[in-house]
């Protein structure tokens, strides 16, 4: 079964200011999907950012990039010139790539990162 | 990208009682995606349900508890059976979707209390 660890409960960082959000992985499948959502206090899951594991570039979206090392099994988020609208909880989630497989569409999630940002 | 939309957005129930989720998506899909984030937690899968087939539980989960239907490719509702208060939560449900079937889409959830 797959897992994942997001060993950093809470992080702050002040506005303007960078801030990476770490996430480990545990698998033994070598095609899969690692994405960052976002989820404000209204709770709606937004998707950050996502990381096709065939791909060796690193995904970015606007002020969002990854690191994703897939060796090492490390997945992390940096948010670059933060802003207050990016306090939020962040989750790092696995998903299996191979149709028809039992794994298939269901998303395994770390425990979540709080973030707050400081004006 | 899929729209999805959840009702009740939220619900105060009493002990002992049931409540049913309903999940409605703009497009058609496979497979749709219950899932449970009780309070200050992450999220966990409760079960997958699949259009013309029984629904498909993680370990934990039960039907008895948690009955799934799935009458058409854009609807499913969700129940939450004999409630306690271990059950207030905020329950999602997600569908796969996107060009390449590599994005994953969330409803707006529902937000569970039982008193």
């Known amino acids: 079964a797959q897992t994942v660890t997001q060993s950093q409960p809470e992080m702050s960082v002040q506005e303007a200011e960078t801030v990476t959000l770490s996430c480990t992985y545990d698998?033994?499948?070598?095609?899969?999907?690692l994405f960052w959502y976002k989820q404000p206090p209204s709770r709606q899951m937004i998707l950050v950012i996502r990381?096709?594991?065939?791909?060796?570039q690193n995904a970015t979206e606007n002020r969002f990039s990854v690191n994703f090392q897939k060796a090492a099994k490390s997945f992390s988020l940096k948010i670059s010139d933060s802003q207050l609208g990016d306090a939020a909880m962040y989750f790092c989630?696995?998903?299996?790539?191979?149709?028809?497989?039992?794994?298939?569409?269901?998303?395994?999630f770390g425990q979540g990162t709080i973030l707050t940002v400081h004006p | 990208s899929a729209v999805i939309s959840q009702k009740p957005s939220r619900d105060i129930c009493q002990r002992g009682t049931s409540l049913t989720i309903q999940c409605q998506v703009d497009s058609q899909v496979t497979m749709m995606f219950w899932y449970r984030q009780q309070p200050g937690q992450s999220l966990t899968l409760i079960a997958t349900a699949n259009q013309g087939s029984e629904a498909t539980y993680e370990s934990g989960f039960v039907i008895d508890k948690f009955p799934i239907s799935r009458p058409n490719l854009t609807f499913s509702t969700l129940t939450v059976s004999n409630m306690s208060p271990e059950d207030s939560s905020i329950y999602l449900c997600?569908?796969?979707?996107?060009?390449?079937?590599?994005?994953?889409?969330f409803g707006p959830g529902t937000r569970l209390t039982v008193l």
């Open positions: 990381q096709e594991a065939y791909k060796q």
């Open positions: 997600s569908v796969v979707g996107g060009p390449s079937y590599n994005e994953q889409f």
């Open positions: 989630a696995y998903r299996s790539a191979t149709p028809g497989g039992t794994s298939y569409g269901k998303l395994t």
């Open positions: 698998t033994s499948e070598s095609d899969y999907y």
